[in-house]
């Protein structure tokens, strides 16, 4: 029996609206029971949907809320605004995807995450996530800049 390839921004999208609300015991919707997600920076592997979902659950303080979706284009990035997370861009090729997000950690500090992931077909199988925070760039680099950052005279 051949699956079906995945809806990416259906899934990203999916996940992160679960994620935001805190809906945990929905977490099987989009990840197989068997998934395992990995943190590289921090060596952290979770193996199976019950500890994903417990290490989730577990986040202290972990701020929730309704998805508002703002942007939704087929075959484009997706744009989707929630309390903790802001779906950047999602690219997938056949079962693999990638996906940027910016989250706002519940001490108000804003984070950049990349997933790096594998599906079944249908659901999450696997995944590496990468975090990293947001940061003030040194104004020695600010002459080099393009112009299409969000940062070009020097001050933000």
Not at 13 to 29: F, K
Not at 78 to 96: E, K, M, N, Q
Not at 122 to 137: D, I
Request: charge should be negative.
């Amino acid at each position: 029996m051949l699956l079906r390839v995945t809806d990416h921004q259906q899934l990203i999208h999916t996940l992160t609206a679960l994620m935001s609300r805190g809906e945990w015991s929905n977490l099987p919707a989009v990840m197989a029971a068997d998934a395992v997600l990995e943190f590289p920076q921090s060596g952290e592997i979770f193996r199976g949907i019950d500890n994903i979902r417990g290490q989730f659950a577990d986040y202290p303080n972990m701020p929730q809320g309704d998805v508002i979706a703002v942007e939704i284009v087929a075959d484009q990035p997706t744009y989707v605004l929630s309390p903790s997370y802001t779906v950047i861009s999602v690219g997938a090729s056949g079962r693999d995807g990638m996906a940027t997000l910016r989250a706002r950690y519940p001490d108000g500090s804003f984070w950049w995450v990349l997933i790096v992931y594998a599906t079944d077909g249908e659901r999450l199988s696997g995944g590496k996530v990468y975090f990293a925070p947001e940061f003030e760039p040194p104004e020695w680099r600010t002459k080099y800049l393009d112009r299409s950052s969000r940062r070009t005279d020097g001050a933000r």
